[in-house]
């Protein structure tokens, strides 16, 4: 079993003054492929440093299988590493590069050239084994990387932004190459990354970082569903989620969203009865989330109920085709908002357009904690 286990685990840095993880308490899965993600600075790396054994951990325990690594040193902790600038040895050849760990740790010849050889087939570079470094693209020596980790058969396998180097196309394919050798691997991955489209598309599950503090830690479509925060929901999600600030209020029994005079949407009332808690924040400031792509051109749309309670009017000020769809930055008066809709849209820049909210995926905030309501 490799799970990863790190219980009330805080790292400072500078006697104190830098808090670079606060109180991490986190259950990585034997097998799992699991995502640290957050912008710059909060935390991630310090994170996988510490389960490496390279950074001490100034508070708390992590476990490695069962077993407390607090004092462990990193090659006696059964993990590999992959980094970003893939720290290849130049005058190697890739071989040698693959060989080098297994050779410091005295295993017979046999087995390095099986372990070796066996990794080159997985990865697809064979026909590499003699180049050195300064010879192989960057997608090529990624993979050298990769198989460097591979050949020492880690119980787990910890990753910091090992894709970043690599142009934008290339990246997209590592992406897939990496989780169809997660699969065949059946190894627990730790994999930092910024890059939250990484996140979504390989994380069986996610944990969103900000300011060394863990914000969620949840499967890619239940963060982007139900983000617990806005700094969640803002995070993950391209284009962003768009807020604003707005107040709810009853009416008739219903409860209204309200923004200023420039729009006001009834909450249905299943949405009501699901969220019960919302009642709390009636006649009290919110703020109110929603996506570019549950924002759509009411004139369109055929799959969203658009009864006139449910809807927003706004001006079109740019009109952004992506090619399957378009981004429509629109202003219903002083607020303005992203809305990705169908290319059918003949939404024009000036235009006054109709927008169906698709209610489901509505968010409503608090706005003092910016923690979610619903
Ligand atoms: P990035 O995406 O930029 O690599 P990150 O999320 O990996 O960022 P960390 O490198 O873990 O962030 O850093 C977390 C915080 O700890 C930052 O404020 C950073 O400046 C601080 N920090 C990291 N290492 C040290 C160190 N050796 N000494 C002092 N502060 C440090």
New binding site residues.
């Given amino acids: 079993m490799a799970e990863v286990v790190l219980e009330d685990v805080t790292k400072t840095?500078?006697d104190g003054e830098?808090v670079?993880v606060e109180n991490a308490d986190l259950e990585v899965r034997d097998k799992e492929f699991l995502v640290l993600v957050?912008p710059?600075?909060?935390?991630?790396?310090?994170?996988l440093r510490m389960i490496a054994g390279l950074e001490d951990i100034t508070e708390g325990i992590i476990e490695i299988g069962e077993d407390v690594v607090n004092d462990v040193p990193p090659k006696d902790r059964d993990i590999a590493m992959v980094f970003q600038n893939y720290a290849l040895y130049p005058h190697m050849n890739v071989y040698d590069n693959m060989a080098f760990g297994l050779k410091l740790r005295k295993f017979p010849k046999d087995e390095i050239d099986r372990r070796v050889n066996e990794a080159a087939d997985i990865l697809g570079i064979p026909n590499l084994l003699d180049r050195k470094p300064k010879q192989l693209s960057g997608g090529q020596r990624q993979r050298v990387a990769l198989g460097r980790a591979i050949v020492r058969e880690p119980k787990v396998f910890l990753m910091d932004e090992p894709l970043s180097n690599l142009d934008a196309k290339l990246r997209v394919q590592m992406r897939a190459e990496l989780s169809k050798l997660h699969d065949r691997l059946q190894t627990t991955v730790i994999y930092?990354t910024?890059d939250q489209t990484e996140a979504m598309t390989m994380g069986d599950r996610i944990v969103v970082?900000r300011d060394?503090k863990i914000q969620q830690v949840a499967p890619p479509m239940e963060l982007y569903r139900k983000p617990v925060n806005m700094f969640v929901g803002g995070f993950i999600g391209s284009p962003a989620m768009n807020f604003t600030d707005a107040s709810l209020a009853e009416k008739n029994g219903d409860i209204y969203v309200q923004a200023d005079d420039e729009f006001e949407i009834k909450l249905a009332e299943e949405l009501v009865e699901a969220n019960p808690q919302v009642s709390d924040y009636v006649d009290k400031d919110v703020v109110f989330g929603i996506r570019p792509e549950d924002l759509n051109d009411a004139e369109i749309t055929q799959d969203v109920d658009v009864a006139t309670e449910n809807t927003l009017d706004a001006e079109v000020e740019v009109v952004e085709p992506m090619g399957s769809e378009i981004n429509l930055y629109i202003n219903t008066g002083s607020r303005e908002f992203i809305a990705t809709v169908d290319a059918d849209s003949k939404a024009d820049v000036g235009d006054t357009v109709t927008m169906a909210v698709t209610q489901e995926n509505m968010h409503i905030f608090d706005k003092e904690t910016e923690e979610s309501v619903f």
């Fill in positions: 840095f500078n830098v670079a957050g710059s600075g909060c935390g991630k790396s310090t994170t930092v910024h970082l060394g």
